[in-house]
């Protein structure tokens, strides 16, 4: 198998509500991360740095700022004549309500491209898991074990999300049982939503779930397979983090301050394409004291920072001091002001003397273009 004959599905929207203090005017894919990249740029960058060359990005809502960032697909070497990147805007052909709602309705109403392609085969992805794959193993895998269906699962405390699936598996990886969502404690295998099979197996499992009326995805095409079909389980590797809430958000950008973990993530030999943008280098002025952050370019600081993330042309002025926090593009900080467990999202400004302070695990959220 190779990656010229998979086909990537990746869904833009799923789980938005997760996270709803930042996808109110964006999907999850088009959450900034890390500096400068977006959700959507590791499911991107995954699929790409295996070969793939034909990627359909399912879209539902708020996807104008996705659209912005994707534009051609030129920084993932998607813009092409033939094959490349396909934005799917909403449309459900079962309800007819102009949107999606699970799964199973999302599929069904991009069968059309599904239909069209050539690929043999399909490969399904989310947005909010964060990580660096290499899908050449992925490939091998599925075929080594003769598989009908392929899951990357992760192992650690459950998230708290929808359908989440929870594996049992036996020694060699096969999954004898599938819990949805189950009240667990500690840690167990549970999916990552990157599923690969089959392109001619997906259409008859669609089909036969909207023949049957069934709306779950989990529930009756993964869960009421797993004894008539070959579903395997397949580990993710490396810095891996799964987005559920705007906690886990914090957290997993703040891991990356990590040198390991950064290095991992940012794999030179797997590299995390984005929307290529060309600005300045960061300005540290005289004073300023910037200690294990990661600052990305354009930025002006001539402050305090300290164990923080500063997105493109954040500026942070004498005087301000920021701490444990995250600043997206084009945020302001005056004088006087300190922020720390904060994150700001685009185009906020802190005026003179403020302060601003949450806590590790319940950070404060500025919304978009407020002024503070």
């Known amino acids: ?42 499911a991107l960058s995954n699929m ?16 104008q700022s996705l659209m912005d960032h994707l534009g051609t697909g030129k920084p993932w070497d998607l813009s092409r004549k033939t094959e490349g990147m396909f934005i799917l805007p909403p449309f459900s052909s079962v309800s007819n309500m102009g949107d999606y709602t699970n799964r199973v309705e999302m599929l069904r109403g991009v069968m059309g491209f599904i239909s069209r392609s050539t690929e043999e085969y399909v490969l399904l992805s989310d ?39 929870e594996l049992q598996m036996l020694a060699d990886g096969r999954i004898t049982q599938v819990a949805l969502s189950p009240n667990l404690t500690g840690e167990v295998d549970y999916s990552l939503n990157m599923i690969l099979m089959k392109r001619s197996l997906l259409q008859r499992l669609i089909n036969e779930a909207v023949s049957l009326n069934h709306e779950s995805f989990e529930r009756d095409i993964i869960q009421g397979n797993t004894e008539k079909l070959r579903i395997f389980g397949f580990a993710a590797k490396g810095f891996t983090r799964t987005i559920d809430s705007l906690a886990s958000y914090f957290k997993a950008s703040m891991d990356l301050l990590d040198p390991q973990n950064c290095a991992q993530l940012f794999d030179a030999d797997r590299p995390v394409y984005t929307k ?8 540290y002025g005289l004073g300023s004291t910037v200690k294990n952050s990661l600052i990305a370019d354009g930025c002006i600081i001539d402050g305090e920072v300290e164990n923080s993330i500063l997105f493109r042309g954040v500026r942070v002025e004498k005087g301000a001091v920021v701490k444990n926090s995250i ?26 003397n403020k302060t601003l302070s949450g806590a590790e695990n319940y950070p404060v959220f500025v919304g978009k273009g407020i002024v503070i």
Do not use: W
Request: aromatic content about 8%.
């Open 1 to 42: 198998m190779t990656g010229n004959n998979i086909l990537g599905i990746i869904y833009s929207n799923k789980y938005d509500e997760c996270l709803s203090e930042i996808t109110g005017l964006r999907t999850m894919g088009s959450v900034p991360f890390a500096g400068r990249y977006r959700l959507i740029d590791f």
């Open 48 to 63: 790409v740095n295996s070969g793939i060359e034909k990627v359909g990005v399912i879209t539902k809502s708020n996807y």
């Open 127 to 165: 947005c909010n898991a964060v990580m660096n794959i290499d899908i050449d193993e992925l490939m091998d895998f599925h075929a080594d074990n003769n598989a009908d269906i392929s899951i990357v699962y992760q192992h650690g405390v459950l998230p708290k999300l929808d359908n989440i699936m």
């Open 276 to 283: 290529v943008r060309d600005d300045m280098p960061a300005i």
């Open 327 to 352: 600043l997206m593009q084009g945020s302001f900080v005056a004088t006087g002001s300190t922020l720390n467990y904060t994150i700001t999202d685009k185009s906020v400004a802190i005026t003179p």
